[in-house]
């Protein structure tokens, strides 16, 4: 699984996963694991990393990793997102999240990135072309770590937010760390890998991540939904050991 993730670029494994997904999903079914999204079960999830290899992380059939099932927890159980009538821009949508918010007919559901061939708007986050306040909810997941003026992105996103809108911007963050690592002279790939933990990424945040957020007059904080669940949910739904979900709030 590393070797893939290094060697083979993300939109061809995106291709590539809608083909056999289907295939995967029947090998692996079982009772062991769940995945919440969709509410399918497998004997076992699958390792992944790229540099450090997690084990239980990847659902075989929806793709979905740790974070994205815990975010889906919150949304369903602590929010009103996902049941409400919202303007929802989606930037790099994961696979298990685009073929859920698709059928949700009650959402006007956007979808962008430069790369990715799920998104319908091919558009560089530093430079959205979309209209001010016209947003309820940005969801951009694991995006910003790999963008170098990553404050001119949350600019971005805060501009296109409507007054009360909530961005749900989830990154590599580590807890222990107060000043986000970050070296754009950094540009070999084993290098990257080694410092910032996956070749395209250009740094590791730490917990002044809330603070750039707030810079650009989001009003952040973070929500450590894991403490409300059991540890059979935990085990079942193969949930992070520890992440914290950052809210931003458009001011």
């Known amino acids: 699984m590393k070797i893939l993730l290094n060697l083979i670029p993300r939109p061809w494994l995106i291709s590539m996963s809608i083909f056999f997904r289907p295939v995967i999903k029947w090998y692996f079914k079982g009772t062991r694991f769940t995945d919440p999204i969709d509410g399918s079960s497998y004997r076992k999830f699958l390792p992944y990393g790229y540099q450090k290899i997690r084990e239980n992380a990847l659902c075989p059939g929806t793709l979905s990793l740790e974070r994205h099932r815990l975010l889906w927890l919150y949304l369903e159980r602590e929010t009103n997102f ?4 919202i303007k929802v821009l989606h930037v790099a949508p994961e696979q298990v999240f685009y073929q859920k918010f698709k059928t949700f007919s009650h959402w006007e559901y956007t ?3 430069l790369h990715s061939p799920l998104a319908e708007i091919k558009a560089d986050l530093c430079e959205l072309p979309f209209q001010d306040n016209y947003y309820d909810l940005i969801l951009c997941n694991h995006v910003l770590e790999h963008i170098p003026e990553d404050q001119k992105a949350m600019q971005e996103m805060y501009r296109v ?4 809108g909530t961005l749900i911007a989830q990154v590599p963050l580590e807890e222990n760390r107060t000043q986000t ?3 754009n002279s950094i ?3 084993a290098t ?3 410092i910032f933990g996956q070749y395209d ?9 809330y603070t750039r957020l707030e810079s650009v007059g989001f009003d952040s904080h973070a929500i450590d939904f894991l403490k409300k669940l059991t540890s059979q949910e935990k085990q079942k739904f193969a949930l992070p050991y520890s992440e914290k979900i950052p809210i931003a709030i458009k001011n």
């Open 82 to 85: 996902i049941n409400n009538a």
């Open 111 to 113: 979808t962008t990135d």
């Open 161 to 164: 937010l409507k007054q009360g």
């Open 181 to 183: 690592l970050e070296d």
């Open 187 to 189: 540009t070999d790939k």
């Open 192 to 194: 990257r890998t080694e």
């Open 201 to 209: 990424h250009v740094r590791i945040y730490g917990t002044d991540y």
